[in-house]
């Protein structure tokens, strides 16, 4: 279904024909984001992300808009901790006007100094509104004590301070070193002309020159023992985020985290929501998720908690956790756990901008195509002792840090303290 090809200046191309398919996802992939960062410059590569949508030597910024919009279409971007994407979905008729738009953005944006100050004030308004949402800025937070001191633990979208500082040189500096063909991966889903869309994408993509990526920081996780971090905030609700170090995104056990995500809070038959809210009723959204990078990841839980209730609350969070290493689940709950991960892959792989999103993330992290039928054999193939085994390693106390942002004052954070034992 998939076709791979690698130009010669490094630019992947994906193309998946999907016969019968009204819509067309274009998807144009970086491997950069903010862990490509320094603390003074935190926020770069979001910067440039809306920088990349002010406008080219051929077209404003509300042409950009225009040509997708205009034709039925859907324009956007986003920026991750190791990714940055700009993406469209259009009527199939209109992937070549897509293909355009997308290549001369990315490629020709011209970073006006007008445009830069114009768009400071928009990102600085942005941080404020994530800072003033205590539900956003808890997970800055956890960020912060998970990855202390590396770029992972830096905010996305950066601070007040270093956004304020970034110069036109700097994003021309790092769009020159990060946005290069060695990182570019280009996905189109749906009803597709391959020879006409490969003829297309090899006169856009194809006369760039080759240059090597930037060297990624490692990260080495030498936590020995819990922390908690509380900002003290007047809420409506205290929101509360756990977070627990896993394992990269390639390795051998990631398909038993996911069934212990989906097991433990991903739906509304997982535990935590069934114990948590539907038996006790002490929380509105409780739930789960998982994070992978190249080379660590993390186990979330999320749970927004009235005032008093915190102490309560993350007592039976650990209890869950705890429950689920000491005794093994039965085989049902792992059957049902394997079919929910089964059925919504599929489910999205019937959608182009969902398939889109699939394929571009993997063949940028991997280097390879997907294989449906091996992700559900490898889901099929894990095993109770399996989810067992690496429940009892990933979930410790000396593993563990908690985030809340609330009006939690410091007698109940002493008490917080104690809880946190597995």
């Not at 903010?34 to 051929?58: Q, Y």
């Not at 900002?231 to 056990?253: A, F, V």
């Amino acid at each position: 279904m998939y076709k791979k090809i690698d130009l010669d200046n490094g630019v992947r191309i994906i193309l998946n024909h999907m016969s019968g398919m009204e819509s067309a996802a274009v998807g144009l992939w970086l491997a950069t984001g903010s862990r490509n960062e320094e603390r003074h410059c935190s926020g770069i590569s979001h910067f440039l992300e809306h920088m990349i949508f002010k406008g080219t030597p051929t077209r404003s910024s509300r042409r950009i808009k225009e040509e997708i919009e205009g034709r039925g279409g859907s324009l956007n971007g986003f920026t991750s901790e190791e990714i940055t994407c700009y993406l469209a979905r259009v009527s199939g008729r209109h992937i070549g006007t897509a293909l355009n738009v997308l290549s001369d953005m990315v490629l020709h944006a011209h970073i006006k100094e007008k445009d830069i100050e114009r768009e400071r004030t928009v990102i600085i308004e942005e941080i404020k509104m994530y800072q003033d949402l205590p539900h956003y800025r808890v997970h800055d937070i956890l960020s912060e004590l998970m990855w202390p001191l590396h770029p992972l633990g830096l905010p996305v979208a950066g601070d007040l301070k270093s956004v304020s500082s970034i110069t036109r040189n700097d994003l021309l500096d790092y769009k020159g070193a990060n946005y290069i063909p060695k990182n570019m991966v280009v996905v189109l889903c749906g009803n597709l002309d391959h020879d006409a869309s490969l003829t297309r994408l090899n006169k856009l993509f194809g006369g760039r020159t080759k240059r090597s990526p930037v060297a990624l920081r490692e990260f080495n996780n030498r936590q020995s023992c819990p922390r908690l971090r509380i900002l003290y905030k007047k809420t409506e609700q205290s929101h509360l985020s756990m977070g627990i170090h896993t394992t990269g995104r390639m390795h051998k056990d990631r398909f038993a985290i996911s069934l212990l995500h989906i097991i433990l809070g991903a739906n509304m038959s997982s535990r935590l929501f069934e114990n948590i809210r539907e038996k006790k009723g002490l929380a509105y959204e409780i739930g789960t998720e998982v994070k992978r990078y190249r080379d660590t990841g993390a186990f979330i839980v999320n749970a927004g908690v009235e005032h008093k209730k915190v102490k309560e609350v993350t007592a039976l969070i650990i209890k869950e956790l705890k429950e689920i290493k000491a005794r093994a689940i039965s085989g049902q709950e792992l059957k049902r756990a394997k079919e929910f991960f089964k059925v919504q892959l599929l489910l999205a792989l019937e959608d182009t901008m969902d398939h889109m999103l699939w394929l571009g993330e993997r063949v940028l992290e991997t280097d390879r195509l997907p294989d449906k039928r091996a992700f559900i054999k490898k889901v099929e193939s894990v095993s109770i002792a399996d989810l067992q085994r690496v429940a009892k390693r990933i979930f410790n106390k000396n593993n563990l840090n908690v985030a809340i942002v609330g009006p939690v004052r410091d007698g109940q954070k002493i008490k917080l303290e104690r809880e946190l034992d597995f």
